[in-house]
């Protein structure tokens, strides 16, 4: 099993920045990639950005040039750093990790932060 919390949510102006982290916790044996995911209210749940345990990264295009994602194997935590937020960034952040075993793919996921940004 694998633990993950996210925090550093909160309230931010437009054109603000934030920094979330994911701290897991349990085996990351297995583990190959870790996410970070995002749903508005109302809205189905998204894929925003992710990193590889070789830290190749891929971004959604809506954040692609803002956000940035990285990762601490060291310490087992995941980071994303979101310059020149907009409203419409607005969703509860949620991490999120994957790990390949016997074929299968297992997924873990945190509680959620908070990120709302006004205009």
């Known amino acids: 099993q694998v633990q993950l919390v996210e925090s550093g949510g909160g309230l931010v102006q437009s054109g603000g920045s934030l920094r979330l982290s994911c701290a897991a916790s349990?085996?990351?044996?297995?583990?190959?990639?870790m996410d970070w995911y995002r749903q508005a209210p109302g809205k189905q749940r998204d894929l925003i950005a992710s990193?590889?345990?070789?830290?190749?990264?891929l971004y959604t295009d809506s954040v692609k040039g803002r956000f940035t994602i990285s990762r601490d194997p060291t310490e087992n935590k995941m980071y994303l750093q979101m310059n020149g937020l907009f409203p419409e960034d607005t969703a509860v952040y949620y991490c999120h990790a994957a790990r390949l075993r016997a074929g299968k793919i297992d997924s873990y996921w945190g509680q959620g932060t908070q990120v709302t940004v006004s205009s």
């Open positions: 349990g085996s990351m044996v297995g583990i190959y990639a």
């Open positions: 990193i590889t345990t070789e830290g190749r990264t």
